[in-house]
């Protein structure tokens, strides 16, 4: 069954590092989203992106977030200087025209 | 302001029992309500999908029903299982179309099943 990937599983890095959290959605998807959960709480929208282009984004996603669909498979999120809370975990999720989201396995970022 | 509430914040309950989650939204416009699984550090998982004009929906042992007019929704889990234990997250979709930002996330409840 096909399934959207997360890589890495987990993250570990020092405040102020810029990390790279990237995604497989699955293949004939169009429209990808990057979601966080901070341990305990809930999950929250970062971003939408369709037609190589953000669509939709909270006010969690500012200028030190970014998103890239950098060769047609991966989707990436970067995070330029991370801050402590930033900490939590990372769901990228994708979806075909009519169908629902399917959700990565998530990456657990830790900034140190 | 758009919210999803649920109830219980957690629950405990022996392998074999059947249990009922609550989820109160407020959210507008309503395009659909959705359950999903998700276990401690991993992704959630889609468990039921529901329509304004859908009243109930079972995908096994798991039976949500949608009250529109009151805005509630439960999810009622038959003959539990170990692993049933989980979180189980209400999620409303807003707007029109497909916009999936406007995915608005209960706290979810965590529930426990013990042998």
């Known amino acids: 069954e096909p399934e959207v990937t997360q890589t890495p599983s987990h993250q570990v890095t020092q405040m102020g590092q810029e990390v790279i959290l990237r995604c497989v959605p699955i293949s004939n998807h169009l429209y990808f989203y990057w979601y966080r959960q901070i341990l305990g709480q809930k999950v929250e929208f970062l971003v939408s992106f369709y037609n190589n282009e953000i669509s939709e984004k909270s006010e969690i996603f500012d200028d030190q977030f970014s998103v890239e669909r950098p060769d047609g498979s991966n989707f990436t999120l970067k995070i330029r200087s991370t801050k402590l809370e930033d900490s939590a975990m990372y769901f990228c999720a994708s979806r075909a025209v009519n169908t629902e989201a399917f959700f990565g396995q998530g990456t657990r970022l830790t900034v140190v | 302001k758009n919210q999803v509430e649920q109830s219980p914040q957690s629950l405990i309950i022996l392998e074999g029992k059947n249990c009922t989650l609550q989820?109160?939204?407020?959210?507008?416009?309503?395009?659909?309500l959705r359950w999903y699984k998700q276990d401690t550090g991993r992704g959630p998982v889609s468990l039921t999908i529901m329509t304004f004009s859908e009243n109930t929906k079972s995908n096994g042992r798991y039976t949500a029903t949608l009250d529109a007019d009151t805005k509630q929704s439960s999810l009622h889990i038959t003959a539990s299982q170990l692993s049933d234990s989980a979180s189980y997250i209400c999620v409303v979709s807003a707007g029109y179309g497909g916009s999936q930002g406007n995915l608005i996330f209960g706290k979810g409840t965590k529930l426990s099943v013990k042998p």
């Open positions: 989820c109160n939204y407020t959210v507008s416009p309503f395009s659909n």
